[in-house]
């Protein structure tokens, strides 16, 4: 787990689809933005405006993809999803936590990724659904 220290320290955002606005907490036990929707046992975070955006654009639901500054309330650790149980280290600097992000800001002005790459995203992860591959969740 990272220490407090230095996740104070560090910028980290969240990308989703829910309209929020600065003070809304984004907590964990809540139907997930990804996959079969179960409910959530940990809410996410990154300190990498990329994968705020590959988190924006995968959630799930109507509307625009969405690019939160988050505070975590509590402890983070990587999220193994995307770091040793899969990859090595922690490239994308992602993280997850089983306490609530505060919003604290918005962005506004950031930049999609290509439609194609885009799509070649959205494939992988649907031949990953059909193998039964699921996201890490203990």
């Known amino acids: 787990m990272a220490a407090m220290d230095e996740a104070s320290s560090q910028r980290f955002f969240h990308g989703t689809k829910a309209a929020l606005r600065p003070g809304d907490l984004i907590e964990a036990g809540r139907s997930s933005n990804y996959g079969k929707r179960k409910r959530a046992a940990y809410v996410y975070l990154t300190a990498t405006l990329d994968a705020a955006v590959w988190g924006a654009e995968l ?67 649907e031949r990953l659904a059909a193998l039964g591959v699921e996201a890490i969740e203990d």
């Open 59 to 125: 959630a799930v639901g109507e509307g625009p993809g969405r690019i939160y500054v988050v505070e975590p309330a509590g402890p983070i650790e990587d999220d193994p999803n995307l770091t040793d149980k899969k990859f090595p280290g922690n490239p994308t600097k992602s993280y997850r936590t089983r306490d609530p992000l505060r919003v604290t800001g918005e962005i506004t002005d950031w930049q999609a990724h290509a439609p194609e790459q885009l799509r070649a995203m959205k494939d992988h992860l």
